[in-house]
T-cell receptor, first 110, second 114 residues
Framework: QKEVEQDPGPLSVPEGAIVSLNCTYSNSAFQYFMWYRQYSRKGPELLMYTYSSGNKEDGRFTAQVDKSSKYISLFIRDSQPSDSATYLCAMSASRDKVIFGPGTSLSVIP | DVKVTQSSRYLVKRTGEKVFLECVQDMDHENMFWYRQDPGLGLRLIYFSYDVKMKEKGDIPEGYSVSREKKERFSLILESASTNQTSMYLC?????????????FGSGTQLSVL
């Protein structure tokens, strides 16, 4: 079983839709949970960062962590064509290496 | 604007060649990393460094080495390139701290080994 699993998609939604992206993990020691966004032919950029369980909101983006289920989510409200990218979940335990999911490819259609 | 700069965007090399990938960051970050990214496999850590002249193996160090002579520069070396090293290589840096969650990435080098 991989440490971090993520549906690769591709996911295609109409503009304005609510998008839900998810990852599951197996290592209960993970405490830091991140979402990175990667545009085509670019490096990933940090989008959201959450410590431990709970929700975090930033504009149209909401990150959720459920440690009891080992499940994290990223919600995008009012999705825009500029949100079309690959979204990578990532997590780590204390000062340790970051483990990335394989990424979900998202297309938002105007 | 903070930056991680990778010297080449695209590289084509022959099997057996020695390949140097250069990475420079201007954020005075302590930590630097080299990842490779392959479809379906995500990002895999090759090597990292928490200080000048210090290096640590990541998950897939075989066939690679690194050099960090200056704080801002972290080089990845493929000693004898092979076709299975065809990949996107990403350099990243992060500030000193308890975690490495805030990684800043370069734009990547797409390496093709023929």
């Amino acid at each position: 079983q991989k440490e971090v699993e993520q549906d690769p998609g591709p996911l295609s939604v109409p503009e304005g839709a609510i998008v839900s992206l998810n990852c599951t993990y197996s290592n209960s020691a993970f405490q830091y949970f991140m979402w990175y966004r990667q545009y085509s032919r670019k490096g990933p950029e940090l989008l959201m960062y959450t410590y431990s369980s709970g929700n975090k909101e930033d504009g149209r983006f909401t990150a959720q962590v459920d440690k009891s289920s080992k499940y994290i989510s990223l919600f995008i409200r009012d999705s825009q064509p500029s949100d079309s990218a690959t979204y990578l979940c990532a997590m780590s335990a204390s000062r340790d290496k970051v483990i990335f999911g394989p990424g979900t490819s998202l297309s938002v259609i105007p | 604007d903070v930056k991680v700069t990778q010297s080449s965007r695209y590289l084509v090399k022959r099997t057996g060649e020695k390949v140097f990938l250069e990475c420079v960051q201007d954020m005075d970050h302590e930590n630097m990393f080299w990842y490779r990214q392959d479809p379906g496999l995500g990002l895999r850590l090759i090597y990292f460094s928490y200080d000048v002249k210090m290096k640590e193996k990541g998950d897939i160090p075989e066939g690679y080495s690194v050099s960090r002579e200056k704080k801002e520069r972290f080089s990845l070396i493929l000693e004898s390139a092979s076709t299975n090293q065809t990949s996107m290589y990403l350099c990243a840096s992060s500030p000193e701290g308890p975690t490495n969650e805030k990684l800043f990435f370069g734009s990547g080098t797409q390496l093709s080994v023929l």
